[in-house]
């Protein structure tokens, strides 16, 4: 299970973001989650990711508080995914940065072969989007955070990254917290929905 | 009697000519793209192939089509801001009248306005309310953008503030402001509604309307089909580069469909109406197409839309669809 306990969070010193949230994820379970924008959604998909630490409180993922040494099992998927990838190189090596990567993914994922010899801006956001995606599975992953990303793609694309990401969570027993303003989406695709204001419990 | 007669058929007339009259009428628009590969192999890119579009004063109408379509191309092009490389070919007219490059130059920014993607178009040192006012031509400016301010729901005291001070929902107000200021009587709104959550999306959208309501056209290029059927008279769906459908919204609202197989593709792939990918994706730009360009993908596709490419149907009058089947 990955806990956030008591997680506040300040950009700067007067005005807290958020103060004492309190959320839990299951492995296996798809939880949505929605807000107004501007409210830190984002800022707390960060802290949970491990690219920022909340000022209080701690994220335990499974029991343990956050000493691992090479991959961190919570991943995240950024809204745009041209800027989550190297510009300079080749797609090939931007897959590459996941070792062991099951072949079986790429497939599901609709990655077709000559993608891999393109640089990013050869492609379209929606296939750049599975790269990403594809990119979060390493064997080691346990939890998925995506956040906002469909919300650039067309409804077809949507549904087509929707379905293979459902499918591979659902395989490989990871957790998803889905961040979205959309919420027939997130009626579509989660187990549960949270609405992230009644989270915080300072008002803004 | 004969009076009245008279007068009829002076209204008639009247009437007739505001239908004909369009704000903004584009016909077989093409826009291509040349550039050299390594050992200078020449290649060409499609980005528009085949675009229709029909405007009239006080309406709103929205293109549709899926990232990567050639949406965004297609407002710089009606601007004149296409890459130098180019070419445009095609008919556009602006007022009964062609629009051509010189003219294109002359009305941009005064009669024709783009409310741009990114929100970080604003001039960052200058104070907002300046940015604002420099569009009004009124006496009593400051007045004037205060009063509009009040209109779109920005705060007054956003006024002397610096555009790194608002958040995107801000600055995308910020445009409409800027458009209501303006005497622009066509306004080409390019993705407006993306990361805007449901509060933020309905009230932009109500603004749109709003612009629309004051006797402009708006053209909104979205990919969300959603927001274009809250709001939008027509809609015109968009594929690898050529307008498919041209859907009035009276005949959604009656419970018609749409008439493409593209379209209803895109209609059932939304989450509540049954999220239904279809496989695969558009043709790229650098493709040559010789039949349908949604022929892979389309479930009735028979042997005649792989040969021969389908053209331009009307429906009625103002409504279109591309398809030998439809």
Redesign the interface.
């Known amino acids: 299970m990955l806990k956030c306990k008591n997680i506040s969070f300040q950009y700067n010193r007067s005005t807290w973001l958020f103060r004492n949230v309190n959320f839990a994820l299951e492995r296996g379970e798809i939880v949505g989650m929605f807000g107004k924008s501007g409210s830190g959604k984002t800022t707390l998909a960060k802290i949970m990711a491990n690219y920022l630490s909340p000022a209080e409180g701690e994220v335990i993922i499974d029991g343990e508080k956050s000493v691992f040494p090479k991959v961190y099992p919570v991943q995240l998927i950024w809204q745009h995914p041209e800027q989550a990838i190297n510009p300079k190189w080749k797609l090939s090596e931007t897959i590459e940065e996941v070792e062991e990567l099951d072949k079986e993914i790429i497939d599901i994922l609709g990655i077709k072969r000559e993608w891999f010899n393109r640089r990013p801006h050869e492609l379209s956001g929606g296939e750049l989007q599975r790269f990403c995606i594809a990119r979060a599975f390493h064997p080691d992953t346990r939890y998925i955070i995506a956040d906002e990303i469909t919300s650039m793609f067309d409804a077809i694309t949507q549904a087509q990254i929707w379905h293979a990401l459902i499918r591979l969570v659902k395989e490989r027993n990871i957790g998803v917290l889905a961040i979205s303003h959309h919420i027939s989406l997130l009626e579509r695709i989660s187990d549960r929905i949270i609405d992230f204001n009644q989270l915080k419990s300072c008002p803004m | 009697m004969n009076i009245v007669y008279e007068l009829k058929h002076e209204t008639n007339e009247e009437i007739e000519k505001v239908q004909t009259h369009f704000l903004l009428e584009i016909k077989n628009m093409s826009l291509t793209i040349e550039r050299f590969n390594k050992g200078f192999a020449r290649e060409c890119l499609y980005a528009i192939r085949d675009f229709h579009l029909q405007i009239q004063h006080g309406e709103v109408v929205a293109v ?5 379509s050639g949406k965004s191309l297609l407002a710089d092009a009606i601007l004149g801001i296409q890459p130098k490389n180019s070419v445009i070919e095609g008919s556009v007219n602006y007022e009964n009248q062609p629009l051509t490059e010189k003219r294109k130059k002359r009305l941009r920014g005064n009669d024709i306005m783009l409310i741009p993607q990114m929100t970080n178009a604003l001039d960052p040192l200058m104070k907002i309310g300046k940015q604002v006012k420099a569009l009004v031509k009124q006496k009593n400016k400051q007045k004037t953008v205060e009063e509009i301010f009040r209109k779109v729901g920005l705060d007054p005291e956003i006024y002397h503030q610096i555009p790194s001070a608002c ?3 801000m600055i995308r107000r910020i445009f409409i402001a800027m458009a209501l200021a303006s005497e622009a009587k066509l306004i080409i709104a390019d993705e407006p509604t ?8 309905d009230e932009l959208l109500f603004q749109l309307k709003m612009l629309a309501r004051d006797h402009r056209g708006v053209v909104m290029i979205t ?3 959603e927001a274009a059927m809250k709001i939008a008279d027509k809609i015109a769906v968009f594929y690898a580069g050529e307008t498919v459908e041209i859907v009035d919204r009276k005949h959604l609202k009656k419970g018609g469909k749409f008439r493409h197989p593209y379209s209803r ?3 059932n ?4 109406n049954g ?5 695969g ?1 558009q043709p790229s730009p650098a493709e040559e197409l010789a039949g349908c360009s949604f022929a892979d993908r389309c479930p009735i596709a028979t042997r005649r839309c792989r040969a021969e490419k389908p053209e331009l149907q009307k429906i009625g009058k103002y409504e279109m669809v591309r398809c030998f089947y439809a």
Do not use: C, K
């Open positions: 549709v089509g899926a990232s990567g958040s995107g929902g993306n990361g805007l959550d449901a509060e933020a999306l990919h969300d089909l593709a895109l209609w792939a939304l989450p509540q999220f239904i990918p279809i496989e994706s």
